[in-house]
């Protein structure tokens, strides 16, 4: 899942927040709020783990709200609104 990761996001109030991710393929770019936020302390190990969970977590509230909306939307609409 960290193929594509360009860089992350920090919560402006809380440095150490990480609140969203931003990937880059080719001329390609989109952000990805996480559901939950992870904390950049401690162990790189740890919370390199826990931004793993999280974006798993976040990626399958993704899908399932994709599948919702799949069949109410045009396909422009669509790919527009959910991550590739």
């Known amino acids: 899942m960290f193929d594509q990761i360009n860089r992350v996001t920090f919560d402006e109030i809380d440095r150490k927040l990480i609140i969203s991710i931003h990937g880059a393929l080719g001329n390609s770019e989109e952000d990805i709020m996480l559901v939950e936020g992870v904390k950049a302390e401690g ?38 609104e959910y991550p590739s």
């Open 43 to 80: 162990n790189i190990e740890d919370w390199l783990l826990k931004v793993e969970k999280e974006m798993q977590r976040t990626m399958k509230t993704i899908c399932q709200a994709g599948y919702s909306d799949c069949f109410q939307k045009t396909l422009r609409e669509y790919t527009d």
